[in-house]
């Protein structure tokens, strides 16, 4: 079973910026869609950003111009380039693939 762990967070300003991580137990060379996802207190867990094998990316209009989504398949690890934050991108961020179960998350929080 494929585990994924993220990691990153943390407490930022307004304008900051983050660089989120997500390790997989095992190769995601063969996993044709990753991506990010996050879930704000009381609220459901949205797509954020997702890249394909073939490198195609797309990202939540809210996030457009501000984030950056890659992997490393050698290093079987995705990443969440995050700049210029905002208070509204306080949550938990998840990453996530086809088929694999989700992981524990890490918290990221955006002070005005």
């Known amino acids: 079973q494929v585990q994924l762990v993220e990691s990153g967070g943390g407490l930022v300003q307004a304008g900051g910026s983050l660089r989120l991580s997500c390790v997989a137990s095992?190769?995601?060379?063969?996993?044709?869609?990753m991506g990010w996802y996050r879930q704000a207190p009381g609220k459901q867990r949205k797509l954020v950003a997702v890249?394909?094998?073939?490198?195609?990316?797309t990202y939540a209009d809210s996030v457009k111009g501000r984030f950056t989504i890659s992997r490393d398949n050698g290093r079987s690890t995705l990443y969440l380039q995050m700049n210029n934050l905002k208070p509204e991108d306080t949550a938990v961020y998840y990453c996530?693939?086809?088929?694999?179960?989700w992981g524990q998350g890490t918290q990221v929080t955006v002070s005005s």
């Open positions: 996530n693939g086809e088929g694999l179960p």
């Open positions: 095992r190769s995601i060379f063969s996993i044709n869609v």
């Open positions: 890249v394909r094998s073939d490198g195609m990316k």
